[in-house]
């Protein structure tokens, strides 16, 4: 077994040295002002948010940002009031489009999002954003500002998520962990480098690099809508991911179930519905993250030496995202069994599809292959 042992620890060495810096706490976004005031249209899609959609639409409209600003929120067939509230706000900058019944082939939050850009046709900018984010006053600027200042086609953050309840706490700064590891956001900043990646609760993006790749239409049915969009964008442009500290999320997830549905959703589609790549990812993750522990308590040896020692830098790489959520160091011994986890998940997304459950989302369901 020695040979696993030291498999697994000359991954953590790559990991940690030559993986795009994928565990440190940045980029980060500050606040800082546009030389240049293109006029921003602001599109929200949004889905039986009664509960938040007026502060959120607030806080867009409390926005600093000096030059024209528009939003439009596309009502995508809400069974609650989220329209009736968006319109109570009666704001001349704001719009509320009823949004058309979802064709086949597309996910209810991208034909919502096509609506709203095609709404807002005279825009330079389009900033698309979810319908639960807080966003402070400087935002808007501060993403023109990184847009504008590095000629970029495409900017978009990881905005700050719940960390509440003990679900939260215990697994979603992992959340966060696993997607940086994903998607290095050095490698995604590297326009010498391929790798591609958005977060898409806050994506400011020129309506010439829209265009440019045919469009939301291009984006059709894609679940992971967000990825798709950088992947296409980057194929002839430039971006930028990174961590705001000026949006937030307040969407809970108060149980673990909570979290289960949020990864089982989308998993398997990353995985390209590829059960050989399944099998392959559950290995992968088994060898980085439970051999190491494994080796650690049970190994002898160089085993033992090997596994403690991979151990140590797993645990080490988690320090600045425990840090980023305020939480203590000492979650960070858990990362293995919140891996599992995580593990668990993926196979449970593959379980669904194959038993014809598909994806379920806001009380739709997505029976058909899509992403």
């Not at 926005?63 to 704001?91: E, F, I, P, W």
């Not at 994506?203 to 239409?217: K, M, Y």
Request: proline content about 5%; overall charge positive; aromatic content about 10%.
């Amino acid at each position: 077994m020695t040979g696993l042992a030291l498999l697994s620890l000359l991954i953590w060495v790559y990991l940690l040295g030559f993986h795009g810096r994928f565990w440190q706490a940045g980029p980060v976004l500050g606040a800082s002002r546009p030389n240049r005031l293109p006029a921003v249209a602001i599109v929200v899609p949004a889905r039986d948010e009664a509960s938040v959609i007026e502060a959120t639409l607030r806080s867009l409209l409390a926005q600093d940002y000096a030059g024209r600003l528009q939003v439009c929120l596309v009502d995508d067939n809400s069974q609650d009031q989220t329209a009736a509230r968006a319109r109570a706000l009666l704001d001349p900058r704001l719009t509320v489009v009823d949004g058309a019944p979802r064709p086949a082939g597309w996910s209810g939050k991208l034909w919502a999002i096509r609506q709203g850009v095609d709404y807002t046709d005279s825009a330079e900018l389009i900033f698309l954003t979810d319908a639960d984010i807080m966003h402070q006053p400087a935002h808007l600027s501060s993403l023109v500002a990184q847009l504008e200042r590095a000629d970029l086609d495409m900017v978009s953050e990881m905005v700050a998520l719940a960390c509440d309840s003990w679900a939260e706490r215990l697994l979603v700064p992992a959340f966060v962990f696993f997607f940086q590891l994903l998607y290095p956001f050095a490698w995604v900043n590297d326009p010498m480098r391929s790798v591609a990646a958005a977060a898409g609760g806050s994506v400011l993006i020129r309506r010439s690099a829209l265009q440019r790749i045919g469009g939301i239409d291009s984006l059709k049915g894609a679940l992971i809508d967000d990825v798709t969009l950088a992947r296409r964008v980057k194929q002839g442009g430039r971006i930028w991911l990174g961590h705001s500290v000026m949006a937030r999320s307040v969407r809970p997830y108060p149980a673990v179930s909570d979290i289960w549905s949020m990864i089982t959703r989308t998993a398997f589609v990353q995985l390209r519905y590829s059960l050989g790549l399944l099998i392959l990812t559950t290995l992968a993750m088994a060898v980085v993250w439970l051999v190491p522990p494994f080796f650690g308590l049970f190994g002898h040896g160089v085993d033992f030496a090997a596994g403690a020692l991979a151990w140590a830098m797993l645990t080490i790489s988690y320090l600045p995202t425990l840090s980023r959520f305020g939480r203590s160091c000492a979650w960070a011994i858990l990362l293995p069994l919140i891996a599992l986890f995580y593990m668990a998940a993926t196979i449970g997304s593959a379980i669904n599809y194959y038993a014809g459950r598909g994806v379920a989302w806001k009380g739709r369901a997505y029976k058909e292959r899509v992403g």
